[in-house]
């Protein structure tokens, strides 16, 4: 997201500023604010926040034409949805969910109703989180698929060594957490599975951290590299052929998208959020049923018995993933901020 806000502050008459709410300590993920170098930000821990007037007086100090408020669960956005001092100021929801129609999300538009009614439009990444903002109570005209979007000239550049290459790499890679949700124990299932099936097995990077580390540990073909931080992900997807993201809850998956920028072929799930917008079956990637080791392994084979589909398959990638540049991202939210504007 660095890339993407700095891309919207580079604008001329445009000015962004962040406040930030952030756990104290996470074994998923790591925060590092030096991304936000030339930004103006506010951090404070969420455990902290106990009393938000400051935060709402420095919000109004800042004067701003447009506040996006991310969901409902931490304490600063109810805080901001709130607040009777920033009641003229236009708020846009951003929202990634997917609509799954449970009994929790079917009474949704009547329990959050106080909440959302303070919101003039809301964000979202693609198509499946439209279902579940209308669903909430949005009309169409009010949800604008603008919420994510990441640095694609940084991976398509990293991507190119991928493609001077006389040799596409015979590898797969996964980035992410190490947890359930991200599918890691069924991937190192399906990942048994493809050996057994193969004479030639290709490796398996994982990249990442998270509470499955140990699940690791001592796999056959797989290599843990850790953590990586978002500036050296790029060249460790430049030395990959396929990217694997086998999610079982993925509300949209920005990863995947840094994957397609980067030039690679890629197999996911239905679970995805995002397989809608960037997976195009068969031609830049595949899409597996979640869950299902069987599945998976199955698109692992057609990855590497069609080997010389790879790189044509990473240009279609490439082409996927170009909407949602940083700079194509800045662009929407310059226009729907002047939108809002223009209504004052």
């Known amino acids: ?26 074994t998923q993920n790591q925060f590092k604010p030096d991304s936000l170098e030339g930004l103006s930000y506010r951090i404070r821990n969420r455990e902290d926040v106990l009393n938000s007037r400051e935060w709402i007086n420095d919000i109004l100090d800042f004067g701003p034409d447009l506040i996006e408020v991310t969901g409902w669960y931490g304490r600063l956005p109810r805080a901001v949805a709130r607040s009777r001092a920033l009641n003229a100021v236009p708020k ?32 979202v990444p693609g ?6 903002a209308a669903h909430l109570g949005f009309d169409e005209n009010k949800i604008c698929r603008c919420l994510y979007g990441f640095d694609f000239n940084v991976f398509t550049e990293a991507g190119r060594a991928r493609f001077q290459k006389n040799d596409w790499p015979r590898s797969f890679i ?41 699940f690791l540990e001592n796999e ?28 079982l809850h993925e509300p949209w998956g920005v990863v995947l998208g840094e994957a397609c920028a980067s030039g690679m072929p890629v197999i996911t799930t239905s679970a995805c959020g995002c397989s809608v917008e960037l997976v195009q079956s068969g031609e830049n990637g595949l ?5 299902n080791p069987a599945d998976l ?13 790879l790189p044509s398959m990473g240009c279609r990638s490439q ?5 949602f540049s940083a700079e194509n991202w800045a662009v929407k939210w310059r226009d729907l901020a002047y939108q809002y504007k223009k209504r004052l």
């Open 1 to 26: 997201m660095p890339s993407c806000w700095k891309a919207l502050d580079g604008f001329e008459n445009v000015e962004v500023r962040l406040y930030i709410e952030k756990p104290l300590a996470s």
């Open 92 to 123: 846009i929801l951003g929202l990634d969910h997917q609509y799954y129609k449970t009994l929790k999300q079917r009474v949704a538009p009547l329990v959050l109703k106080p909440y959302l009614h303070r919101f003039q439009g809301v964000a």
């Open 127 to 132: 198509e499946r989180a439209s279902a579940y």
């Open 174 to 214: 996964f980035a992410g957490r190490y947890c359930s949700d991200k599918g890691i124990e069924v991937l190192l299932d399906a990942y048994h599975r493809y050996r057994d099936a193969v004479v030639d097995p290709w490796p398996l990077t994982f990249c990442g951290m998270g509470e499955l580390a140990s």
């Open 220 to 247: 056959k073909g797989v290599s843990d590299v850790g953590f990586f931080p978002p500036e050296r992900l790029p060249a460790l997807f430049a030395q990959h052929g396929v990217f694997v993201l086998p999610s």
């Open 287 to 291: 899409v597996c049923l979640p869950g």
């Open 297 to 309: 392994c199955r698109s692992m084979l057609w990855m590497h018995d069609n080997y010389e589909l």
């Open 319 to 323: 082409d996927m993933a170009r909407p």
